[in-house]
């Protein structure tokens, strides 16, 4: 059964860069052909995807967001980051980890993630 947990601070300051950090159990973040997305959820509003790294270490991210993101990983510890720049209160959500399969191209919909971290609350205020 695999297993994903977010972590990382609750609150962060306009203008700073949010991070988080997705530790995976239960499965490797290298195993073909899996994809291990950022998911995001702001209140009163539906999911957003983010972005993704895959199996291979390579990432693509949504455009709206590609100027101020950058997902990482770390193989030795099985985990997976989110840095997220210069946030604003647009950016309090409540962010999400996930898995999903690299199918025909890059999943985007949350429709094709089947695991899920339980989600961590963001508030961006001063």
């Known amino acids: 059964q695999v297993q994903l947990q977010e972590s990382g601070p609750g609150l962060v300051k306009p203008s700073q860069t949010l991070s988080l950090t997705c530790t995976v159990s239960?499965?490797?973040?290298?195993?073909?052909?899996?994809?291990w997305s950022w998911i995001r959820q702001p209140p009163g509003k539906g999911l957003e995807w983010m972005g993704v790294?895959?199996?291979?270490?390579?990432?693509y991210y949504s455009p709206s967001l590609k100027s101020r993101t950058s997902i990482s990983r770390d193989t030795s510890k099985n985990q997976f980051s989110l840095q997220l720049s210069s946030v604003t209160p647009e950016d309090t959500a409540v962010y999400y980890c996930?898995?999903?399969?690299?199918?025909?191209?890059?999943?985007?919909?949350?429709?094709?993630?089947?695991?899920w971290g339980q989600g961590t609350q963001v508030t961006v205020s001063s």
């Open positions: 996930a898995r999903g399969e690299v199918v025909a191209g890059i999943p985007r919909s949350e429709y094709e993630y089947d695991y």
């Open positions: 790294i895959a199996y291979d270490g390579s990432t």
């Open positions: 239960g499965g490797s973040i290298t195993t073909s052909y899996y994809a």
